[in-house]
């Protein structure tokens, strides 16, 4: 079983290993700084969006599409 953003825990990181979906969602996380290869920490998946940190810059999305990352635990 694949390892998405919505299974990590409070403060634990991952590496983006891709996007399930089409070019237009890959786009819109890209151009927010959540592409294949970057290394991401868990702020707050408790409920609603998934806050995460992403090189020192705060991001929350929804959990549909969190679940749609790929990730690999670090």
């Keep these: 079983m694949e390892s998405t953003l919505i299974n990590l825990r409070k403060n634990e990181k991952g590496l983006v290993r891709g996007v399930e979906g089409g070019q237009g969602i ?3 996380l ?4 959540l592409s294949e290869g970057v290394l991401v920490r868990m ?3 408790s409920c609603g969006p998934v806050v995460l ?3 020192g810059s705060t991001l ?3 959990r549909g599409i969190a679940g749609r990352i790929i990730i690999d635990r670090c």
């Design 26 to 28: 890959k786009q819109q």
């Design 30 to 33: 890209s151009l927010r700084g």
């Design 53 to 55: 940190d992403i090189n």
């Design 60 to 62: 929350a999305i929804g």
């Design 43 to 45: 702020i707050d998946c």
